[in-house]
């Protein structure tokens, strides 16, 4: 069990580390000549009333490392792991989509060729919306990044139903990223539908699409979410960077208020903290878990700010993002050199430990490494490499080129060469003498 002198301890020696002193130094100029002192001051003092709370609550588990046992229990268990990988292509005058979800199932302590099993549930090499017959049904909305966004969380939820249902021999099922989205950025005006029979096949053929609104993101998504969490596999995502987030945090603040570990004023200044520096769950749980400890997972929603959720075109989002799945959310340290990840899980999930037992000791399959090492085998496998992305963009330039200097019109080839070279400070966009 973690105590005081260990967090102590384990603040000194990460001071000094890339994640801590990013955050320090990015306010370092406005501070005084003694900001580490008081940077590390300030750390031990939240760490301390976050450690005393989670003690108090009973909220601290540990898991044994125990490798030898641990892998002869799973002996002949199916387990599956599902990421996907987006192409990076940028073309001009084109909206053009690449995303591929790769499975892995593997089964302990088997050998032989059905020990394991790899296989692309999902392909889309699409267009966004330019062309007919494309992914979507409407052409008039131009953030593409978004959109591509919606296409990838969708497709890989499709492809994770797709493995289930195609192994359901498989107990746990990982992905890599979160499980539960938030579904609100893709509900603004706008957002165009996928089309009918896009829609029914990233649900796998098995729902039909009744309305206009089934084919929106926003409610095909949590029929996806509501798909999964319906298996008897157990589903979780495995997030390896957070971005930054503060939510768990903020929960347990506001707890530790009511159980008056703090006072109103310390909430307040270690608010402040954390806003100033930009200290993330992640990189404070680093400080407070041990090796092999994992916080009992909390549910909440992960759909954000209830007043900021959008409308939608008849007015009902509100009602449909309120009703997604909640998620059971834990964060797990593998060892010491590793910082803690977080685990999503569904509310509904009965058995979350034996969850975290395989992430945790997948993670410890390789030295020095610290996350599950068969979803970095499903990572390679669904990456699509630079070189692939490369050759189409510099295919379709070559093409592009073709065809304009066969039109013999000299503004044609002008646009076309200028639209190829072009990086935003060049002579294309320099102000006429």
């Not at 954390?274 to 759909?303: E, K, N, W």
């Not at 009602?319 to 990840?341: C, D, G, H, W």
């Not at 599950?372 to 496998?381: E, G, N, R, S, T």
């Not at 200028?418 to 966009?429: S, V």
């Amino acid at each position: 069990m973690a105590d005081v002198g260990a967090v102590r301890t384990r603040i000194e020696t990460r001071i000094t580390l890339g994640h801590f002193m990013a955050n320090f130094m990015r306010v370092a100029s406005d501070d005084s000549p003694r900001l580490q002192e008081t940077f590390s001051r300030h750390l031990f003092k939240v760490s301390e009333f976050l450690l005393k709370f989670l003690q108090v609550n009973d909220l601290l588990r540990e898991l044994p490392y125990r490798p030898a046992q641990y892998w002869a229990s799973c002996r002949g268990t199916a387990f599956g792991f599902v990421d996907g990988g987006v192409a990076n292509i940028a073309l001009p005058g084109v909206a053009p989509v690449g995303i591929r979800v790769g499975s892995y199932a593997v089964r302990p302590g088997v050998a032989g060729d059905d020990r394991e099993d790899f296989k692309i549930e999902v392909a889309v090499i699409d267009d966004l919306y330019d062309r007919p017959g494309s992914l979507h049904d409407d052409h008039s909305f131009d953030d593409l990044a978004k959109l591509r966004d919606a296409a990838r969380i969708v497709c890989e939820a499709s492809g994770c139903l797709g493995l289930i249902r195609r192994r359901p021999d498989i107990s746990i099922a990982l992905m890599h990223g979160p499980l539960v989205n938030p579904a609100a950025p893709y509900g603004t005006p706008g957002f165009p539908r996928y089309r009918r029979d896009a829609a029914e096949k990233l649900l796998g053929g098995d729902e039909h699409i009744n309305e206009n609104d089934d084919r929106h993101f926003v409610r095909l998504y949590r029929t996806a979410l509501r798909s999964l969490a319906a298996c008897d596999c157990q589903v979780a995502g495995v997030i390896e960077r957070d971005g930054g987030s503060q939510q768990v945090i903020a929960g347990y603040l506001q707890e530790m208020l009511d159980q008056e570990i703090i006072g109103p004023a310390e909430k307040k200044e270690i608010e402040g903290l954390l806003s100033r520096y930009g200290l993330s769950d992640t990189q404070i749980f680093d400080l407070v878990l041990a090796p092999g400890q994992y916080l009992a997972p909390v549910c909440m929603s992960r759909q954000g700010d209830p007043r900021k959720w959008p409308q939608g075109p008849n007015g009902n989002w509100y009602t449909t993002i309120e009703n997604y799945p909640r998620a059971l959310v834990s964060y797990l340290k593998p060892s010491e050199r590793s910082q803690p990840f977080r685990v999503e899980m569904f509310e509904a999930c009965q058995k979350p430990e034996q969850v975290l037992d395989l992430v945790f000791h997948t993670s410890r399959l390789l030295p020095n490494y610290g996350f599950p090492a068969a979803l970095d085998i499903v990572d390679k496998f669904a990456k699509i490499p630079n070189w692939m992305s490369a050759n189409i963009s510099t295919q379709h330039k070559i093409n592009l080129l073709r065809r304009a200097y066969a039109s013999d019109d000299k503004r044609v080839k002008e646009f076309a060469r200028k639209m190829l070279t072009a990086t935003g400070r060049d002579w294309l966009f320099r102000p006429k003498a």
